[in-house]
């Protein structure tokens, strides 16, 4: 799988040309092109056919370019598969996943209409099923032909459908955050924490990214481009950790240590376990930093 930054990612309506052209540009690691929530019932085959052009066209740069299609038992969720394979977007976002056969429905429709395999499956974990099925949907991505890379957590949907009331720590969601992060880390793809709504409130939101970096998300979802930056800020390999890990893969690579599974570094037992983290530190580092020009 390939190792990308996903420390900001920005919905953009899909029925708001202007916006899809401002997210060419804008300080983010990803762009989600919304079907789904955010457009009318009436504007959907626009917004379809306005977002597989955008897509089409691309020039959005390094940034990875998603596509939330609407459910696919809706009326429009199969024809908005059937564009997406084609227009071939980095990732198709499925709202409301709630088992395993949501994901291979979806990785099946792809695979049949010809979409790229390139073009990987995202996932919206927003409902209570989705929830209590965490494991079979994430074991999806180590089956044959597998495509899902990333869960998105909904905290919206999900406050919505159990009733609960989210204090400033939200407290009563931590089940469902760690639970989604574990089961991502239990099958090797990456979780994005959900929104927050108050784009106002900057303070609020940044307490709020660094709960999550703390409960081992890989970015943020946001609403609003003045949000980019603190989830940037927030979710980068701090530059200690970036160093460190590039001691740890150069220590291995020594003649000496070849094919060992333990080293000592500085007074330290490394793990290769250790190593692959430092892999992927450095590379989200390198790949920040390439980005940034």
């Known amino acids: 799988m390939i190792i990308r930054p996903r420390r900001s990612v920005l919905y953009m309506p899909g029925s708001n040309a202007r916006a899809i052209e401002k997210a060419r540009s804008l300080p983010v690691d990803a762009v989600i092109l919304d079907l789904e929530d955010s ?4 504007a959907k085959e626009a917004a379809r056919d306005q977002v597989c ?47 395993a056969a949501d994901i291979d429905g979806l990785t099946d429709r792809l695979r049949r209409a010809g979409a790229s395999e390139s073009t990987r499956v995202w996932a919206m ?5 989705g929830i ?36 400033a720590h939200r407290t009563a969601a931590l089940y469902w955050l760690s639970a989604s992060v574990t089961a991502a880390r239990a099958y090797g793809i990456d979780a994005l924490d959900g929104v927050w709504n108050n784009f106002r409130d900057m303070e609020g939101y940044h307490h709020e990214c660094l709960q999550g970096r703390a409960l081992g998300f890989d970015g943020k979802t946001i609403i ?36 060992r599974a333990v080293i000592g570094l500085e007074g330290k037992m490394v793990e290769l376990l250790h190593r692959d983290a430092a892999l992927r530190t450095v590379a989200i580092a390198e790949a920040i930093a390439a980005r940034n020009g």
């Not at 457009?39 to 009436?42: G, I, T, Y």
């Not at 980068?236 to 970036?242: I, T, Y």
């Not at 740890?248 to 020594?254: C, H």
Request: with cysteine.
């Open 132 to 167: 209590l099925n965490l494991k079979e949907i994430a074991a999806t991505a180590r089956q044959p032909g597998g495509r899902l890379s990333c869960f998105v957590v909904g905290l919206n949907d999900l406050v919505k459908e159990t009733r609960i009331e989210l204090d």
């Open 39 to 42: 457009v009318a019932p009436d």
């Open 224 to 259: 609003h481009p003045d949000q980019a930056s603190a989830a940037n800020a927030a979710f980068r390999p701090e530059p200690a950790d970036v160093e460190w890990g590039r001691k740890i893969i150069a220590a291995f690579d020594l003649p000496e240590n070849k094919g």
């Open 125 to 129: 974990i927003e409902t209570t099923l």
């Open 53 to 99: 052009a955008a897509v089409n066209a691309g020039g959005f740069g390094p940034r990875e370019v998603v596509i939330r299609v609407n459910g696919l038992d809706t009326a429009w969720g199969e024809a908005d598969v059937a564009a997406a394979a084609a227009a071939g977007p980095d990732a198709v976002l499925l709202p409301k996943a709630s088992s």
